[in-house]
């Protein structure tokens, strides 16, 4: 198998698009032409996850967290990212980033602490917007079958469980040919009009290029005419963090001590509890501090993330109960959930979960 085929699946599920401005998403190294066998999933890359792809034979490493962040002026082993990137070099193994893409994804991170916790009812807490484009074009009736199946064959028409989705309506279209042209109606130098269809999709941003350019191929007309909108509306299935609801409720010395339990933390560290059930809870993995106030305008009864400082605590203003975890914590099951989505798509692929805890942290 090739790595670009692996690559392309998962970017199919979380677009490169969809990741934070000042994330390093993709392929950080390596050759997507390379041939690969295995693959080693971790959270994250280091010098110790190198080895062990070297000790098993991997060629290819998947992490969540990139090892290259920010931009490398030198590449000299003065630090664990420079001796790490170097290390992966002189043995050719290709490492790639699945992060904020992953996190945004509706099927990622996320979900993975939402199950986990056993919560039901599960919604993206913070959805993005614009992320969504309407292409409008206008077909001959005769033709509006072939226009529609190439849209939906290149991924337009897609509203969550719902495929195939389409509206159109009915006018009249008009148009005078050039002598240069050449009509699939009508007759140069004369004004033509015909009965038309103005068929409507919606498609996610990521693949809005290969639909316009299927509906073109598809179009029997030499010059399709075509509106792209970008829309105001939230994409319920792209965004940061996840809220849903315990079946049962819990006092909030019960819960945290599920939360200590089901995420094997050392220490949660929280704000003052307020003597109320646990019912409703939001949360994300990571560091997701700057989703406080979306929590709070969803009535959750606490707020589970990772990496929250000192002062940040007093933003609960007795409103909600905050609990850092920790960031290696809340995210520690992702190389699992990255493993189960890759194990769906090539069930005869060995994939391997690292062995190695790379949590920079240690609890006294």
């Known amino acids: 198998m090739k790595i670009h085929e692996i690559t392309k699946y998962l970017e199919s599920l979380a677009p490169l698009s969809t990741q934070e401005s000042y994330d390093n998403c993709g392929l950080i190294l390596g050759d997507l032409n390379a041939d690969v066998d295995e693959v080693l999933i971790s959270l994250d890359c280091t010098e110790e996850i190198v080895d062990e792809a070297i000790e098993k034979g991997i060629s290819l490493i998947i992490s969540h967290h990139p090892i290259v962040f920010k931009g490398l002026k030198k590449l000299n082993g003065s630090n664990y990212i420079e001796r790490t990137i170097i290390k992966a070099i002189k043995n050719d193994i290709a490492i790639y980033a699945l992060h904020t893409n992953f996190d945004n994804y509706l099927g990622g991170v996320n979900l993975e602490i939402g199950e986990r916790i056993g919560l039901n009812d599960l919604k993206i807490l913070l959805p993005k917007s614009q992320t969504l484009k309407k292409i409008s074009c206008y077909v001959p009736v005769e033709s509006i079958t072939d226009v529609k199946n190439s849209l939906f064959a290149s991924g337009a028409g897609e509203l969550g469980e719902y495929s195939n989705c389409s509206f159109v309506s009915e006018g009249v279209g008009g148009f005078l040919p050039s002598n240069n042209s050449n009509p699939a109606k009508g007759i140069k130098n004369e004004l033509f009009e015909s009965s038309e269809l103005k068929l409507e999709v919606i498609v996610s941003a990521d693949k809005v290029n290969k639909a316009v350019a299927e509906m073109i191929q598809a179009h029997p007309y030499e010059e ?8 105001d509306n939230t994409n319920n299935y792209l965004g940061s963090g996840m809220v849903g609801v315990l079946q049962q409720e819990m006092s909030e010395l ?7 339990e089901v995420f094997e933390c050392g220490v949660i560290r929280h704000t003052k509890l307020l003597n109320r059930k646990i019912k409703k809870v939001a949360f994300c993995g990571g560091a997701g501090g700057f989703l406080l106030n979306r929590a709070k305008s969803v009535d959750a009864d606490i707020f589970i993330t990772g990496d929250y400082k000192y002062h940040e605590f007093f ?22 959930r990255i493993g189960a989505v890759l194990m769906k798509k090539f069930p005869n692929f060995a994939i391997h979960l690292t062995e190695v805890n790379t949590n920079p942290i240690n609890y006294f």
């Open 315 to 336: 933003d609960s203003e007795n409103q909600i109960v905050i609990a850092d975890i920790g960031h290696f914590e809340s995210e520690q099951f992702t190389s699992k």
């Open 224 to 231: 399709p005419a075509y509106e792209v909108y970008t829309l």
């Open 254 to 260: 019960d819960f945290l001590a599920h939360i200590k």
